[in-house]
């Protein structure tokens, strides 16, 4: 019997926003390659460091509440410890009690005047702002009986978004979580803020088909892809980074995406590429070289370009041979930034901001209008300018020579372009098919979109693959240690939660909270340093159940990791069915479970009788496994009145008994028969008689 049931793997919602439980958004990691904030415990501080160790910071969603049951506590300290708060950028406060961006930090009771016991600690709580921002301050412990034993450590609260990025037919979803479509073909900057800016490169794709109007525009327009992104680390154009194609003769090389840094050609090895200072500013005492790198992704061709800030920017490629074209999925996680075409929307208005922080308003009533204000004004607004560009162009090339101010065309009646294949377009039953393993819903329903207009199969891939490559993306499985079990019989059941793309940054944190047939268990259980949870249950009734774990995220841990629920486990309990007159005897079948094999009533001690049962209450069925894994159900033929058993979902109307615990009794597809016994004696034949006769003899207990 199949025991995985497939069920959604992640909490309902819309949107990336969905994956944010609002109470659980705090997210601690180092910015070096050091480690030292990693782990279940890496956010105690050591009594003694070296002169510069790593920042660490601390990450919130906007308005998320932050758990005061963790802090920063000191590790191998001899007794007393003194502690101390020194604020900075976007903190205010006391000597003994800073908020940065909403988050509270307060030193132990007594600190900073007097020594407090080494197993106090600092305390995080507060409700993270709902603008996205960065602040810092410094902690520093000391031994209160060794003063040469210290240590200070730079930490940085940062109110963040996981939510921007574009994907397959340039589908936006901002850095505050609207989802838009946006189809124009040309250069723009899709997200600039502190220390970043990303420009992508978006290429129209002809359709023989009109694709369907965007739900939050109402427009119905002709698609492009993204074909190349460049990105601009520390804003200082001191590190330009371009993933482009090498196009030649108007084809894109199939062989592979190009990585340039400042224009010069780079290939990337497993060790990455270190960027360096790329903003020509030190973050605190650090040396330069770490934080800003260009790594390869956990899977797949993509590359993911890391910030000493904290951003990660991740880019997904495939190869279209239809097209003969190159087409990526761009995705930004753990950002601050918030102009731009993945921007934040602007206060009263429908689009994100312009560049130069005006609005263009709601939207419109007119389609013609909102098509002017998304593909001329917003567009034209945010196309990158010759002097801005961060792409590398090859002789006789420029911006302008990727750019067709007339896509998508207004109102359009055919999606063709002249000396271009057009894209077939393909049923919807077979994009929801290839797109069913994707979780997110609106992904979900961008990958059917996409694979439906353009027919490309590869898109649902790619959908996978870039949802999978998210830094907080997780899994979670249950498994019982037996199955079946018999009633009063300890099972375990273990949840274990981990990133389906494994990064070497430590276990996901948090708790689990097991669900049985459909109804929470006890309290939340506490992940261990592994990922693992543990819940163990004696009182199981006879029967088959369905377990699910839910991941609930604390925050805690070395990533902002993401909610996420496992397949049902089914668990069957298997019983014994006695006679409620004599408990000594039990319905069984003799030697063998096989094909019309007689039900009788034997000795409950016989050693060669097969007496444990598998009973359905919701199908009706009374089963047992015989060889080979078949499963045989107590039926009985038409015109007799034998029970005996024959092979599940056979003569499916006579396998059907409901077990009515007023009356003890087994009644069948037909509620005027029941299981009856011959006579209360060892060998005696199951029957199925009329339930008013032998009234004693057709009670039995389910043990």
């Known amino acids: 019997m199949n025991k995985k049931i497939p069920s959604t793997s992640i909490a309902a919602g819309i949107g990336w926003l969905s994956f944010w439980p609002p109470l659980l958004a705090l997210l601690l990691y180092s910015n070096t390659s050091g480690g030292e904030c990693l782990g279940p415990t890496g956010h105690d501080m050591p009594i003694s460091c070296i002169a510069s160790p790593p920042d660490c910071s601390y990450a919130a969603m906007p308005g998320s509440a932050i758990p005061p049951t963790e802090g920063i506590g000191v590790q191998n300290a001899s007794g007393n410890v003194f502690w101390a708060l020194a604020p900075s950028t976007g903190c205010s406060g006391t000597a003994s009690s800073l908020t940065c961006l909403g988050m509270v930090v307060t030193l132990p009771p007594g600190a900073p005047d007097a020594s407090v016991p080494q197993t106090q600690?600092?305390?995080?709580?507060?409700?993270a702002q709902n603008a996205l921002g960065e602040s810092q301050f410094t902690l520093t412990v000391t031994d209160a009986s060794d003063g040469a034993k210290t240590c200070s450590r730079i930490y940085r609260p940062r109110v963040i978004t996981n939510t921007g990025g574009g994907w397959g037919d340039p589908h936006i979803t901002t850095v505050d979580g609207v989802h838009y479509d946006f189809q124009s073909a040309g250069e723009f900057v899709a997200l600039r803020g502190k220390g970043l800016e990303i420009q992508t490169r978006q290429t129209p794709v002809a359709t023989t088909s009109i694709p369907g109007a965007n739900p939050y525009t109402g427009i119905a327009s002709c698609v492009s892809i993204y074909t190349a992104v460049a990105v601009d680390v520390g804003q200082s154009r001191r590190c330009r980074v371009s993933y482009q194609p090498n196009i030649i003769n108007g084809i894109h090389d199939s062989s592979g995406m190009q990585l340039r840094v400042n224009d010069?050609?780079?290939?990337?090895?497993?060790?990455?590429?270190?960027?360096?200072?790329?903003?020509?500013?030190?973050?605190?005492n650090r040396e330069p070289q770490f934080g800003n790198r260009i790594v390869k992704s956990p899977a797949g061709d993509g590359i993911e370009i890391h910030t000493v800030s904290g951003t990660r920017v991740i880019i997904t490629p495939a190869y279209w041979d239809a097209q003969k074209k190159w087409y990526l999925n761009v995705n930004v996680y753990e950002t601050t930034a918030t102009q731009g075409i993945f921007g934040q929307i602007a206060e009263g208005s429908w689009l994100p901001a312009l560049p130069n922080g005006t609005s263009l308003g709601p939207k419109p009533e007119s389609l013609h209008q909102r098509y002017i204000d998304l593909y001329k004004k917003?567009?034209?607004?945010?196309?990158v300018t010759k002097d801005g560009s961060l792409f590398y162009y090859a002789p006789g090339t420029s911006s302008a020579t990727f750019t067709l101010r007339s896509w998508p065309r207004k109102s359009p009646r055919s999606c063709a372009i002249a000396g271009e294949p057009s894209a077939q377009p393909v049923e919807e039953q077979v994009a929801k098919r290839h797109c069913s393993a994707i979780v997110d819903e609106n992904m979900k329903a961008d990958c059917i979109f996409d694979v439906s207009v353009t027919g490309h199969l590869g898109f649902a891939q790619t959908y996978l693959r870039t949802e999978q490559l998210n830094p907080g993306f997780t899994e979670t499985k249950v498994k019982d240690d037996k199955d079946p079990s018999k009633p009063g019989e300890s099972v375990t059941f273990t949840a274990t939660v981990a990133p389906p793309l494994p990064r070497g940054e430590g276990s996901p944190a948090g708790t689990v909270q097991f669900i049985l047939d459909g109804g929470k268990v006890g309290n939340p259980v506490a992940l261990d340093s592994n990922g693992r949870a543990a819940w163990s249950t004696s009182s199981l009734r006879?029967?088959?159940?369905?377990?699910?774990?839910?991941?609930?995220?604390?925050?805690?841990?070395?990533?902002?990791?993401?909610?996420?629920?496992?397949?049902?486990?089914?668990?069957?309990?298997?019983?014994?069915?006695?006679?409620?007159?004599?408990?000594?005897?039990?319905?069984?079948?003799?030697?063998?479970?096989?094909?019309?094999?007689?039900?009788?009533?034997?000795?409950c001690s016989d050693t060669d009788v097969h007496k444990d049962w598998n009973i359905t209450t919701s199908e009706g069925r009374i089963c047992q496994t015989g060889d080979k894994g078949a499963v045989y159900c107590i039926d009985f033929r038409a015109g007799a009145v034998d029970a005996i058993v024959t092979q599940e979902a056979a003569w499916k109307n006579n396998q059907k008994w409901l077990y009515d615990p007023q009356d003890q009794k087994f009644h069948g597809h037909d509620p005027r028969m029941c299981l009856d016994i011959e006579r209360q004696s060892p060998n005696s034949q199951v029957k199925v008689t009329k339930c008013e006769d032998w009234k004693q003899f057709q009670k039995w207990e389910i043990q």
């Open 121 to 127: 600690k600092v305390t995080l709580g507060g409700t």
């Open 264 to 284: 010069n050609l780079k290939t990337l090895g497993p060790e990455g590429i270190n960027l360096g200072d790329c903003s020509g500013i030190r973050i605190s």
């Open 542 to 603: 006879a029967g088959r159940h369905l377990v699910v774990a839910q991941y609930i995220p604390s925050g805690w841990g070395g990533r902002l990791f993401l909610a996420s629920s496992s397949p049902e486990e089914s668990h069957m309990v298997l019983t014994s069915i006695k006679s409620k007159t004599n408990s000594s005897l039990c319905m069984g079948v003799k030697h063998k479970v096989s094909e019309g094999a007689n039900v009788q009533l034997y000795n």
């Open 378 to 383: 917003f567009a034209d607004a945010w196309r």
